[in-house]
């Protein structure tokens, strides 16, 4: 048996955050009972209802998909700008949505399913997945200006987690630089923010890879289902970082 809002989640409806929501503001029936306690469990087999919705549990898919710019990572638009499902449309049977987010003009490695579970612990903070980042920026960058991304950098009230920054190449004629980013977070436009606070602010960003998956061999706009061992890579990529984490604070709490 598994617990109500895991099965939400799983079945692509919302993340278990909002799954948990949902239930709470009794929303959710179960057999034609409104459920409102976060413990229950189901084996499946139930009538399950979201908003008066029978869940449907659709097999799990994944997707990479080469994100081009001028498209939002979102389900939909409040301002009728095209979205990466419009890539997906008629072409998956599944009810897919982003792992996260690209900006609208940032391009690159995007993640897609319909596997809640899976969408929140590639997103969890303490997955620690690396993100590879290519940049060109403005300015002639020199090797000693990357080094506070080895430190964190404040933006937002915040620090960031260190980072690996390498200079790619620089263009004198057009006075800008290429340089390669990897970090392990996701915060919003925070690999521009980043940027923008050592005085070198971004022109153009491509996301080349997330974890183990690239975009190798695919043009803008299309799209590959991931294979069972990179999913499973993924997977115990961020379980692992999250055990040893969960570890290290038992035993400062013991200490």
Do not use: C, W
Not at 14 to 42: C, F, P, Y
Not at 180 to 190: K, N, S, V
């Amino acid at each position: 048996m598994e617990r109500l809002q895991k099965v939400i989640a799983q079945a692509g409806i919302a993340s278990r955050r909002k799954a948990e929501q949902l239930i709470l503001d009794g929303k959710v029936t179960v057999n034609d009972k409104v459920v409102r306690e976060l413990g229950t469990k189901v084996t499946g087999k139930e009538k399950i209802e979201v908003e008066g919705v029978p869940l449907q549990r659709e097999k799990k898919v994944y997707y990479v998909l080469h994100k081009p710019r001028g498209y939002v990572s979102t389900v939909s638009d409040e301002l009728g700008r095209r979205t990466v499902l419009d890539f997906f449309a008629d072409r998956v049977s599944e009810r897919v949505y982003p792992v996260g987010r690209l900006d609208y003009d940032t391009s690159g490695v995007l993640l897609m399913t319909n596997d809640g579970e899976f969408a929140n612990k590639m997103m969890h903070p303490s997955g620690e997945i690396d993100k590879v980042y290519l940049a060109r920026v403005k300015g002639i960058v020199l090797p000693e200006n990357l080094k506070p991304f080895g430190k964190g950098i404040e933006i937002d009230g915040y620090k960031t987690k260190p980072a690996s920054a390498t200079l790619v190449s620089v263009d004198k004629k057009n006075q800008s630089s290429l340089v390669r980013l990897t970090i392990h977070e996701g915060r919003y436009h925070q690999v521009k923010k980043m940027f923008d606070a050592i005085g070198f602010p971004v022109k153009k960003l491509r996301r080349e890879q997330f974890g183990t998956i690239d975009v190798q061999g695919l043009a803008a706009g299309e799209f590959r289902p991931l294979t069972p061992h990179e999913v499973k890579t993924l997977l115990t990529a961020a379980n692992s970082t999250q055990v040893k984490k969960k570890l290290k604070f038992n035993k400062m709490r013991q200490f």
